[in-house]
């Protein structure tokens, strides 16, 4: 079977906040601050399975219960032109990479490619490593550059292609660099994904390349395919909108 991504299982009390204009190319300071009010109310992530709210556009999921505060940010640090070819609102993910939450960005990151991969609108909850060439570039760029930002250029995916380099595409090389494995005792093995994770989303503690997370469960192919990707093939992607 084909690459996939996991996906995160979130309780039933949980909602879905989606963009109702996706002609509009100006987001007001108003729905930003709306959304970082949102945002300081983000659970935690549990298992597997995608959100089972209805979604037009993907911006987020977010808890009803307020657990942990999040950083707060000022509203002029939440950029707000972020251009997409398929009317996606990233300002969530933004507000969530600004806020250092990185585990909700890095799930964010993982529904938004499949529904840019075509893979939701085909009533599958993963990516086939054949899709990712569907993913537009404006997008990924838009993604790649927030990422980039606010981690300091730590994380993304034009970072893991650098470490992948370094590596000369030897996987197993590529994930102990990139802080994917871990010690049992004296037996290396990969880090576990489901129930509680195992992988770090303290941007201090965090080694190079370590987010965004991509399955590589059944193969690597889909890893290779999104660090491939057609974006990457010059800087273009750097330059702000």
Partial sequence: KPDHFFLSFFRKERFCVATQDTQSPKVTMRQSLITILLIAGIGNVAAFMAPSCPRRNLVS???????????????????T???SDVGMDYIPLATLLATGQFQEADQFTRDALIELAGSKDAGRNFVYFTEVKRIPSTDLATIERLWNRFSKGKFGYSVQKRRWKLAKGDFEVFC???????M???????????GASEFT????????GHLPLTSALRGTSLLKALLNHPVWENDDWKKEP
């Avoid at 102990?176 to 871990?182: N, Q, V, Y």
């Avoid at 049992?184 to 489901?194: H, L, P, S, T």
């Avoid at 989303?201 to 190079?208: Q, V």
């Fill in 176 to 182: 102990r660099k990139i802080g994917w494995t871990t």
């Fill in 201 to 208: 989303y303290d941007l201090k503690k965090a080694p190079e």
């Fill in 81 to 83: 032109n972020l251009p």
């Fill in 184 to 194: 049992d005792g004296e037996v290396e093995r990969k880090k576990k994904w489901f």
């Fill in 61 to 79: 999921v977010f808890s009803t219960e307020t657990e942990e505060a999040a950083p707060t940010v000022e509203n002029e640090d939440i950029p």
